[in-house]
């Protein structure tokens, strides 16, 4: 199972258009969103190519491969449109022998976590700043950054987990985290 992992789309079609790009560029069997899709929320400033209803529109056609979280700027009426579920506050991943707890982070975090077992992994997004850190026992909290608005002088960034490996990189191709397992 190969994955590409985004968060915080926050309705930029230009920064879904290049998930789905690399999606295909990158051979992925899956996609996983962690939330904050449509909106772009108070905290941040409006988004260059901000088009939520055209990020429906993209999104919708790759629904029978979408996994996603519901991050803070996701809502009840953000469901109505988009045809794949995004409402569960986490999921629950197995992937090759290895337990992921993939949340969007404004619930769950390091400071917060789910009840991790030794080992376990907690993915997530919404500090649009991408991180690998270990803590608790033998955990890890991984971080893609964000797809349309990066914090801390990052570039706009992206995950790929394959093979036990969650690899980070940019949209110009440099990688920026590995973490094998």
Do not use: W
Request: one cysteine or more.
């Amino acid at each position: 199972m190969k994955l590409l992992i985004a968060s915080d789309i926050h309705g930029d079609l230009e920064s879904a258009n290049n998930v789905i790009s690399r999606f295909a560029e990158e051979g992925c069997d899956r996609l996983l969103l962690l939330g904050d899709i449509l909106y772009h929320g108070p905290r941040n400033d409006l988004p260059e190519h901000y088009n939520p209803k055209s990020v429906i529109s993209l999104l919708n056609k790759y629904r029978n491969i979408i996994l996603a979280v519901r991050g803070n700027c996701d809502t009840e009426v953000d469901q109505m449109v988009l045809n794949f579920p995004v409402l569960s506050d986490y999921g629950c991943l197995f992937l090759d022998g290895l337990t992921v707890y993939a949340t969007h982070g404004h619930k769950y975090s390091i400071d917060s976590p789910p009840p991790l077992c030794k080992g376990d992994i907690l993915l997530g997004g919404h500090t649009h700043v991408p991180a690998c850190i270990g803590f608790g026992d033998e955990n890890y909290y991984l971080n893609p950054g964000s797809v349309a608005i990066p914090k801390n002088g990052f570039q706009k960034s992206y995950m790929i987990y394959e093979n036990k490996c969650f690899t980070v990189k940019d949209f110009n191709g440099n990688t920026l985290l590995t973490k094998q397992f």
